[in-house]
């Protein structure tokens, strides 16, 4: 990530009205797909970015109003020196402020894309959840939490549509599946937009890491985003919200929901 983002000062937005749009959206969902059952065990998965912060504070309150247990993970990929370990720094700070156990678990990405012939993103994400999974085995935790908001599940949409895809793949990224037995790969961050989970940073006065690589356009994912759905939107604003609710009638027609 490397750049370091620190809010200057909280949004002006009011408080009752940040609760109306931001947080009953994030507790509504949760109560609808049962996320966070009372007593359950959960591993964030935290790297830095706006999406994980988020996620990590929203799951820090969470844990004292359900009785959860909650650690942070930090998956270091080893790809970007100096900055990656900026980056683990970062999470273990963020730990200690929000009063949770932080650990860093290393992904080998080179290893893995040289041994499959698999790109860097893609082996990245097998690797990353390999280790998370391996994570939640070892600490027993029964859950594995992600940052994925709605905004990506756009973007997820749009990836399948481009490469081409089964109904199933239409529907997206789940709520909820089996990451590996026994541990369940949760999203609570998913009916919030980016510019929502910006607003929700900025109203807790909390700080995070960018990826230069996220404005890498190499990366398909980063085309789709940066150029992609800017156009979309610019033509029939909405579109992410319609995309997303698209997936969520598949996910149900599909029995994924």
Not at 97 to 125: C, D, F, Q, T, Y
Not at 185 to 191: E, V
Not at 195 to 212: I, N, P, Q, T
Not at 241 to 256: I, Q, S
Request: glycine residues 8%; charged residues 30%; positive net charge.
């Amino acid at each position: 990530m490397g750049i370091r983002h620190r809010p200057r000062r909280r949004a002006s937005l009011k408080r009752k009205e940040f609760a109306a749009r931001v947080w009953s959206k994030l507790a509504a969902f949760e109560a609808a797909h049962r996320l966070l059952t009372p007593e359950r065990r959960v591993l964030a998965a935290v790297s830095g970015g706006p999406d994980s912060v988020c996620l990590a504070h929203w799951l820090s309150v969470q844990a004292r109003k359900k009785s959860l247990t909650v650690a942070l993970v930090h998956v270091h990929h080893g790809l970007r020196g100096r900055a990656a370990d900026g980056d683990a720094r970062f999470v273990k700070a963020l730990g200690d402020r929000l009063g949770l156990p932080v650990s860093v678990v290393r992904a080998p990405v080179r290893a893995l894309a040289a041994k499959r012939g698999l790109g860097l993103e893609e082996a990245g994400r097998k690797a990353r959840y390999r280790a998370l999974g391996a994570r939640a085995r070892h600490g027993r935790f029964t859950a594995v939490a992600t940052g994925h908001q709605l905004d990506d599940q756009a973007e997820t949409v749009l990836l399948h549509l481009l490469r081409g895809t089964s109904l199933e793949g239409l529907g997206g990224i789940a709520p909820r599946r089996e990451l590996i037995p026994g541990v369940e790969l949760i999203r609570p961050l998913l009916p919030l937009t980016r510019a929502e989970v910006l607003l929700y940073l900025k109203m807790h006065g909390l700080d995070w890491r960018e990826d230069a690589s996220n404005r890498d356009p190499k990366f398909t994912r980063n085309w789709v985003r940066r150029e992609v759905l800017p156009l979309l939107e610019k033509r029939a604003p909405g579109v992410k919200e319609r995309l997303a609710r698209m997936a969520a009638k598949v996910r149900v027609a599909t029995g994924r929901d």
